[in-house]
């Protein structure tokens, strides 16, 4: 299986950036593509980004167009978050995962999703 760890959240106020990160040690998910969802208290996990495992095809919620940007890394075995423009709406827990092997595609839905991490929670103050 594919263990993923996020990293970098934190508290930071509205206008702040702010880069999450994700790995998977021990393990190589070169060939996954890979998704960030968040999920506010009250809310259900909605989609963020996701990135195919070639980077060849990308995808945003409309919410988060234009101020976040999805990465990877082979090379480090990771997969970043850039947020940029925080908004107060941002606040959310934020997970990463890997799903559909070899395909072309960057999922948006969560069960597209076979792998997840434990959450890394954003909060972003007015």
């Known amino acids: 299986q594919v263990q993923l760890v996020e990293s970098g959240g934190e508290l930071v106020h509205a206008g702040d950036s702010l880069r999450l990160s994700c790995t998977a040690p021990?393990?190589?998910?070169?060939?996954?593509?890979m998704g960030w969802f968040r999920q506010a208290p009250g809310k259900e996990r909605e989609f963020v980004a996701a990135?195919?495992?070639?980077?060849?095809?990308?995808r945003y919620a409309d919410s988060v167009k234009g101020r976040f940007t999805i990465s990877r890394d082979d090379a480090k075995n990771t997969v970043s978050l850039q947020m940029n423009s925080l908004k107060p709406e941002d606040t959310a827990v934020y997970y990463c995962?890997?799903?559909?092997?070899?395909?072309?595609?960057?999922?948006?839905?969560?069960?597209?999703?076979?792998?997840w991490g434990q959450g890394t929670q954003v909060t972003v103050s007015s």
């Open positions: 021990g393990r190589t998910f070169s060939s996954y593509a």
């Open positions: 990135l195919s495992w070639s980077g060849g095809n990308t």
């Open positions: 995962a890997a799903g559909a092997p070899w395909r072309s595609s960057a999922p948006v839905i969560v069960h597209e999703y076979d792998y």
